[in-house]
C-alpha cells in the first residue's frame, strides 16, 4: 500500500512525515470515510500547519547565540495605547534602524517577527533575529519608539530545534486573526526575505503493509519525543493516517 515520505532538513533537525493521501490513491487503499471537517477541526488543522512552517523557518535560519527579541512599550502617564497601525509602524523604524547597523557591523539582518496585544492591553513585538550586540538593539528601539521602552533579549539556546517557541509565536497570532478579529498583521508573521525555506524531499512509498509508525533514531541524531505525533481520520489527510516526529543533531562534547 502506497504512502508518502516527507523528510525536511532545516538546520540541526530532520523532520519525518509519513502520510497517505488521495493524491497517489492506488487500487487496494483501504480508507476512512471522508468528513467535512468542522470549523473548529479545521482551526486546529491550520494551527498545526502554520507552526510547522515557523518551526522549519526558524530551525533553517537560526542557532545558538542569536536572539529572542521582545520590544515593549512603557507609557507615559496618559498616554494612550498604540494603535496596530502605530505598532507596525514602530516596528518598520527599528527594522530600518537595524539594517544600518547590521550593514555598518559587516552583517546582514535576519529576522522573523509577531505583534502582540496582552490579555490586561500590553503591546510588545516578539522577534527572532541573528545576533549582534545588544546596545544595538537597544538604540534601534529608542529611535523607534522615543526612547521610552525595554528591549528584553533571550539568546537561543544550541540544540537547533525551537518548535517551543514557534508554538509560542503563532499562540499570539491565533488570538486575533482576521480583520474582524483585530488582527494585528495581514499574516501570522512577517519575515526577511533573505531566510533559507527547505524544500522537502518527497518519496511514494510502495508497500503492503501500514507503515511502521516508529519514531527511529538515526547515526548522530536523537527524536525529539514530544514531536511524536500518531492519527487517523485526520481532515488534514482527508481521512488517511499520518505519523510525523523530528530527530535533531546530537551535540558533540565542547561543540
Not at 549582534?132 to 533571550?154: F, M, P, S
Request: proline content about 3%; charged content about 35%; aromatic content about 12%.
Amino acid at each position: 500500500m502506497p504512502y508518502i515520505l516527507r523528510i525536511t532538513r532545516a538546520g540541526k533537525t530532520i523532520e519525518i512525515e509519513k502520510y497517505y493521501t488521495s493524491r497517489y490513491k492506488m487500487k487496494g487503499i483501504k480508507r476512512g470515510d471522508k468528513v467535512r471537517p468542522t470549523t473548529e477541526q479545521q482551526k486546529k488543522v491550520n494551527t498545526r500547519q502554520a507552526v510547522r512552517k515557523l518551526r522549519i523557518l526558524m530551525n533553517a535560519n537560526f542557532g545558538f547565540g542569536d536572539y529572542h527579541l521582545v520590544l515593549d512599550y512603557i507609557r507615559k502617564e496618559g498616554e494612550s495605547p498604540r494603535t496596530k497601525e502605530q505598532m507596525r509602524r514602530d516596528l518598520d523604524v527599528f527594522l530600518r534602524e537595524c539594517r544600518k547597523e547590521y550593514k555598518k557591523a559587516g552583517l546582514v539582518l535576519k529576522y522573523i517577527h509577531v505583534m502582540e496585544i496582552g490579555n490586561r492591553g500590553a503591546r510588545h513585538h516578539h522577534l527572532v533575529m541573528n545576533r549582534i550586540d545588544t546596545k544595538v538593539l537597544q538604540k534601534c528601539w529608542y529611535k523607534a519608539y522615543e526612547g521610552h521602552n525595554r528591549v528584553k533579549v533571550y539568546p537561543l539556546d544550541d540544540t537547533g530545534n525551537y518548535a517551543k517557541l514557534a508554538e509560542y509565536f503563532i499562540k499570539y497570532t491565533d488570538k486575533h486573526k482576521t480583520e474582524a478579529d483585530g488582527a494585528l498583521m495581514g499574516k501570522r508573521w512577517n519575515c526577511s526575505r533573505n531566510l533559507v525555506r527547505p524544500e522537502p524531499e518527497i518519496r511514494i512509498i510502495t508497500d503492503r503493509e501500514w507503515f511502521r509508525s516508529e519514531a527511529k533514531e538515526i547515526k548522530g541524531y536523537y527524536v525529539d519525543k514530544d514531536s511524536v505525533s500518531k492519527g487517523v481520520h485526520s481532515p488534514e489527510y482527508h481521512g488517511y493516517g499520518y505519523f510525523r516526529y523530528i530527530l535533531v543533531q546530537i551535540q558533540e562534547e565542547g561543540g
